[in-house]
């Protein structure tokens, strides 16, 4: 239900943007769309703790996840939700996403 709520609060968003922009005369088309935004989002929740694109602060105590694939990345998030992998707050953090969603963080955030 959450997601169906960012995703119609994302729409309006766009909305607007696209009224002001066409007001501005500025190009709507350089919006980016709501599945865009809502999968920039999702990869934007592991900034607050592994810094801006992962690449965090070396010696800072949060691994340093930048440097993963896309493949890498999904295999640790599925396996601290699993439970297979120990973490402090990684585990309960993972079992708050679903597959689908750690399948397009991985993505947002892993070396292509």
Not at 27 to 42: E, H, I, V
Not at 85 to 110: H, V, W
Request: proline share 4%.
């Amino acid at each position: 239900m959450r997601i169906k709520n960012l995703r119609l609060a994302i729409l309006q968003a766009l909305v607007i943007t696209g009224l002001l922009g066409i007001y501005a005369k500025s190009s709507f088309s350089q919006t980016p769309d709501a599945t865009t935004l809502y999968n920039r989002g999702l990869a934007a929740t592991c900034a607050n703790c592994h810094g801006t694109d992962g690449k965090g602060v070396p010696n800072g105590g949060m691994p340093l996840i930048n440097g993963y694939t896309s493949e890498q990345m999904l295999a640790q998030l599925l396996a601290f939700k699993s439970g297979a992998r120990e973490g402090t707050i990684m585990p309960q953090l993972a079992k708050g996403y679903s597959d689908e969603q750690l399948e397009i963080i991985a993505k947002q955030l892993g070396k292509k």
